[in-house]
């Protein structure tokens, strides 16, 4: 009896975790900011995966998620890169060429109800609006957080990978890194975005995004 008690409940226990996980598609939920006199990159979404080719070019994808995301304090994702931009400095605005940075945008629940909505600009010059950003490249020690030179202090810089190609799956504590980077609980997670940029170093990029996951 007691052994299939403890089965059953490993069973509801996986059961339950399937229900709290997340699977992002890449689809036209996702929307492209361009900046101005820059070439954008070159995104081709497929349901669970997103590729890019850049040519010393920049541009954000911005996704923002529905309420029922908004409790999610983990991801895992996996990323590979064919070609990569050199390694750079990722404290330096307009200095800072990377492969691929993922970000958690995170926001009080009155201040997401505000801006619910509202453009993905809109969202990081929020002063309740935090960051945390996860890098494929720059030349820094992996895991250790940077100030972002973009955001202040309202958004932290991980990187996770060195610039060079690769492949590499990911997995990480949202909650643990928020209370690391900016003390607290996180609040709502509001949206996602993947940029990447190659304009600095007027380098290439061939990347994919793949199996991006929240729980």
């Known amino acids: 009896m007691m052994r299939g008690g403890l089965a059953a409940a490993a069973l509801l226990a996986v059961l339950a975790s399937a229900a709290l996980a997340g699977a992002i598609r890449f689809d036209d939920g996702w929307r492209e900011q361009r900046f101005p006199l820059k070439r ?3 995104w081709t979404l497929a349901p669970d995966r997103l590729s890019l080719a850049s040519e010393g070019g920049v541009s954000l994808l911005y996704l923002p998620l529905a309420p029922a995301e908004a409790g999610a ?9 064919g070609q ?5 400095d990722l404290t330096r605005k307009g200095g800072d060429d990377r492969n691929l940075a993922l970000y958690f945008l995170f926001l009080p629940e009155a201040a997401a109800d505000r801006l619910r909505g509202a453009g993905l600009s809109r969202v990081l010059r929020d002063r309740d609006a935090r960051a945390l950003v996860y890098v494929h490249g720059g030349a ?11 955001l202040g202090p309202r958004g932290v810089t991980i990187p996770l990978q ?8 990911q997995s990480v504590d949202l ?5 690391r980077a900016f ?3 996180p609040g709502v997670l509001f949206g996602l975005a993947v940029s990447a940029d190659s304009d600095d170093t007027d380098a290439s990029i061939r990347a ?4 991006l996951i929240l729980r």
């Open 162 to 169: 060195a610039a060079r190609p690769g492949a590499a799956a």
């Open 208 to 211: 994919e995004l793949r199996r």
């Open 183 to 185: 003390g607290g609980e």
């Open 140 to 150: 820094h020690p992996l895991g250790a957080p940077l100030a972002s030179p973009y």
């Open 40 to 42: 954008p990159n070159d």
């Open 175 to 179: 909650a643990g890194d928020f209370r």
């Open 73 to 81: 304090r983990q991801a895992s994702w996996e990323w590979s890169v």
């Open 84 to 88: 990569s931009v050199p390694p750079t």
